[in-house]
């Protein structure tokens, strides 16, 4: 499978699972059907305390919310090819605010198909589809993968596709295709706006591995935007932007596995009214510490429509970097999350200001598996958002949250 369409593809998914939260423990059997399909069905329960539910500057809107969440997955493995199907709902009572636009329940849904007639190292075809969908709310996980805020309503679909062709031993190639929508809902509100926007990408990479321990890796991509920030405005709608980069991407020991890439990338906003120009990297690495010991690193960065203001691109820096820990024969986990962004947003129109943004979350969690059906956990949240202009919205970006959550999980 190739290397850039399984970051792409599963990196959010890798680092969630060294997150203790109900959604993110491990399975137990589940329902058996057949030979090929397992059900597996859940229910959670869990009360948290929100110092700031709206993530505003002033901080004065701590609150406490119960939530309660059922969900489902699937899987099917047939001779040569898996589906993996999973969904969710969250509904939750905040005890205090009665504000509409909190968005009391979120619910999400996912997709994943893998077929390949590759066997080992050997030569063959691997085909990757995957969709996604999440509507999202304040009470859900406070940053994206990639360090992005959700920040009130967020509605989030993904179409993924890449088709990868093992030559022989050494040269591999793939064919890559992704649609991602980005939509807002408190974009109407008076202060700090959001806007979302469109994204289709077309891309393909080459690789050489002259052995298991070294593989060169070339990719490119083309993508397009069409960005609400511009609706309104006497700027197109539509942006583009082109990326190539070269690294490596393999493993370093039997217990060590990364991937390195950098190169250039050209971003057009709004049909060329402006244009940027810069380095871009992406990187991901994993180290399996020991038995029960693991940690993961991941990196990235590419410009786009900037969701934080009208008339405006955006380039975005994220890091994020897990450690995960196994006690008690694998019945208790213990986990630490930190992820940084930074965002610098420029301002097109004469009417506007560049500003940055740094968000700072992290987190620690500890999971405990009472018996196949029951599992308890409890883990923290820290966020700190800050910008270099203090007039930007008013110090609306300028905030403090922490959260506390503890419940159970009961699943068959």
């Known amino acids: 499978m190739s290397k850039a369409v399984k970051f792409s593809l599963a990196a959010s ?69 898996s589906l993996l199907l999973s969904g969710y709902y969250n509904y939750r009572q905040y005890c205090k605010s009665s504000n509409d636009r909190y968005n009391r329940h979120s619910y999400g849904e996912s997709a994943r198909f893998n077929w390949s007639n590759a066997s080992g190292g050997g030569k063959g075809w691997t085909l990757l589809l995957g969709q996604s969908f999440q509507q999202v709310t304040m009470g859900d996980d406070l940053v994206l993968g990639d360090g992005r805020n959700y920040s009130m309503g967020t509605r989030r679909l993904q179409v993924q596709a890449a088709l990868q062709r093992r030559f022989n031993e050494y040269w ?24 979302g926007w469109e994204r289709a990408l077309v891309g393909g990479e080459v690789g050489f591995a002259p052995s298991r321990w070294t593989d060169f890796i070339v990719s490119g991509n083309y993508h397009t935007y069409d960005q609400d920030n511009a609706h309104g405005t006497t700027l197109s709608s539509r942006s583009q932007g082109y990326s190539v980069q070269a690294g490596l991407g393999s493993y370093m020991t039997e217990r060590v596995s990364y991937r390195a890439l950098a190169g250039w990338s050209r971003f057009e906003y709004a049909n060329d009214a402006s244009s940027s120009d810069g380095f871009v990297y992406t990187v991901s690495g994993n180290w399996k ?118 419940g159970i999980r009961v699943s068959y």
């Open 13 to 81: 998914v890798a680092m969630a699972g060294l997150f203790a939260c109900a959604e993110m423990l491990d399975r137990p059997e589940g329902i058996r059907i057949g030979q090929r399909m397992t059900l597996r069905p859940y229910v959670s329960l869990s009360l948290t305390y929100d110092s700031n539910v709206g993530s505003t500057h002033d901080g004065d809107r701590g609150d406490a919310l119960w939530t309660v969440s059922p969900g489902l997955g699937l899987t099917y493995n047939g001779d040569s090819w």
């Open 172 to 195: 591999h190639g793939d064919v890559n295709a992704s649609y991602y929508w980005l939509d807002y809902m408190n974009d109407t509100r008076d202060y700090n706006s959001l806007y």
């Open 289 to 406: 510490i020991g038995e029960t010991w693991n940690t993961m690193l991941l990196a990235s960065s590419y410009y786009h429509p900037s969701e934080r203001q009208r008339s405006s691109k955006s380039r975005s820096d994220a890091l994020s970097w897990g450690l995960a820990k196994l006690m008690i024969r694998g019945k208790l986990r213990a986990t630490l999350d930190l992820r940084y962004r930074h965002e610098t947003v420029e301002h097109i129109t004469t009417s506007g200001y560049d500003y940055c943004i740094d968000v700072i979350t992290g987190r620690i969690g500890f999971s405990y598996t009472f018996n196949r059906f029951l599992s308890g956990y409890l883990h923290g949240e820290y966020q700190r958002s800050w910008n270099d202009n203090s007039g930007t919205r008013n110090g609306a970006y300028d905030y403090d949250r922490w959260r506390i959550t503890t």
